[in-house]
């Protein structure tokens, strides 16, 4: 039955999708609630699974299982969640290092200064990485509104911040 199941997902087929997505969507809620406890973050995870799902779809071995097939997508996107939450945070916390550092030594004028040579990093940034910064940083959008927006995956989307990040964070070093 499962074997079924995906070829006709493999296919296309919409309405085999639903039913899948039916079947499935509370056992990967539940699982990802294990690790994740914000519910709106619980069901972005659960979204992006049944996106992958559906966008790598031709990808799909029909003699696999699904349901391990679902797990590890959902352990991969809960992993990748963490790593980008991790890395973001050590990055607040450097930039705020530095910007009291700064704070301690010199006066306001000086940190004007410092916001002003961030915003100059930033207008140095190659223009598509730039767009992406600027929307995930100014806009607040999540990486998959990104991509929908830029029509790019969340894969460039994330390899754009992480690359801004790092060549901002060096010329905060050098500043």
């Known amino acids: 039955m499962e074997h079924n199941l995906l070829t006709k ?21 539940n699982f990802t609630r294990l690790y994740i406890t914000s519910l709106a973050e619980t069901e972005e995870v659960v979204q992006e699974v049944f996106v992958k799902l559906w966008e790598d ?19 991969n996107l809960i992993f990748n969640k963490f790593r980008r939450s991790f ?7 450097s930039l705020i290092k530095k910007l009291n550092e700064v704070y ?3 006066d306001d004028i000086e940190v004007n200064d410092l ?5 100059t990093l930033i207008e140095e940034l190659p223009p598509r990485q730039k767009e992406v910064y600027k ?7 999540k990486h998959f509104e990104i991509a929908q927006l830029l029509s790019i995956s969340e894969k460039t989307v994330e390899r754009h911040i992480t690359e801004a990040l790092r060549f901002l964070k060096k010329g905060i070093e050098q500043y």
């Open 135 to 141: 929307l995930s940083r100014e806009e607040y959008l």
């Open 9 to 29: 997902l493999k296919a296309g087929d919409e309405t085999v999708f639903k039913t899948i997505y039916n079947k499935y969507c509370p056992q990967v809620y």
């Open 57 to 75: 779809r031709q990808l799909l071995d029909t003699d696999k299982n699904l349901k391990g097939y679902l797990f590890i997508i959902t352990r």
């Open 87 to 93: 890395n973001e945070n050590n990055y607040k916390m």
């Open 115 to 119: 916001k002003q040579y961030i915003d």
């Open 104 to 106: 301690e030594i010199e």
